[in-house]
Every structure is written in C-alpha cells, then in structure tokens.
C-alpha cells in the first residue's frame, strides 16, 4: 500500500509544480508560498479532525516535537526556494534538480541511520543523478 501512496505523492508533486508555474507568473515568490502553505495547512487540519486524530497531540514526546518543528522548517525554506526558482527557471529544468533530494536523502540515510546501501542502490543514485545532470545540461 506504500507504494500507491507513493505513487499518487509523485503525481501530486507534478501536478504541483505545473500548476505553481502558471499560478506564481506575476506574484511574488514568497507570498506565493505562504498562499500555499494556508491551504496545505487546512487541507492537513481537516484531514486531522476528519480522521479524529487530534486526541493524539497530548502524546507527541519532546523528542518528536522538535523533530517535526525541524521538519516543518526545512519544508519551508524547501518550498520557498523551490518557488523562487520556479519563478526564475523553467519548470523542465528546475524539478530534476529538485529530485535530487532523492540522492540526498538516500546519502543522508546511510550515513545517520544506517540504512542498507545496496549495489542496486547505489546504481540507482548514480543514475538519477546523471539523468539530473542530462536534463539540466
């Protein structure tokens, strides 16, 4: 089932990026993203409340708590430079080098958790990364 969650998060994500290009043409990078984030803010509100799950805040640990705010911080500088390059570059061209936090998350896990890199894996970053390389070049 991950994997069609997955999957539709993919095709969400282009759909994102399409639709952002047309909507930030003429509006300011950064009021752009705040924008988005209100209505991603009250799409996630009203999932919570939808599936009754906000009896659960009382049980998030400290731990958890700075994690996710850390979380939510790197989302948005994420989603604040990404617009701005939207706004800059071609939609073509700045979403490959976007993608590339699949090589850096794929680095980061083994190196903080220890995750399995396996040859496959390591064949499939070497990949992304020159597709990356051969779309923007």
Same mark, same amino acid.
């Given at each position: ?15 994102? !990026? ?10 300011? !990078? $950064? ?20 599936? $009754? &799950? ?10 958890? /708590? ?7 911080? &790197?989302?948005?500088?994420? /989603?604040?430079?990404?617009?701005? &390059? ?5 939609? !073509? ?15 980061? &896990? ?10 496959? !894996? ?16």
């Amino acid at each position: 089932m991950w994997f069609v969650f997955a999957l539709l998060s993919a095709v969400f994500a282009a759909l994102t !990026s399409i639709l952002a290009k047309v909507g930030i043409e003429g509006v300011n !990078s $950064n009021l752009a993203t705040a924008l988005r984030t209100v209505v991603v803010l009250a799409m996630a509100w009203g999932m919570v409340f939808l599936t $009754n &799950a906000q009896g659960g805040i009382s049980a998030i640990s400290r731990k958890s /708590w700075v994690f996710l705010i850390l979380s939510g911080l &790197a989302t948005g500088a994420s /989603w604040l430079c990404y617009y701005r &390059a939207l706004q800059l570059g071609q939609a !073509s061209k700045v979403v490959p080098v976007d993608k590339l936090s699949v090589v850096i998350t794929l680095i980061l &896990a083994f190196v903080f958790w220890h995750e399995e890199f396996t040859v496959k !894996s390591f064949i499939g970053t070497v990949f992304i990364a020159i597709g990356t390389l051969v779309m923007v070049l």
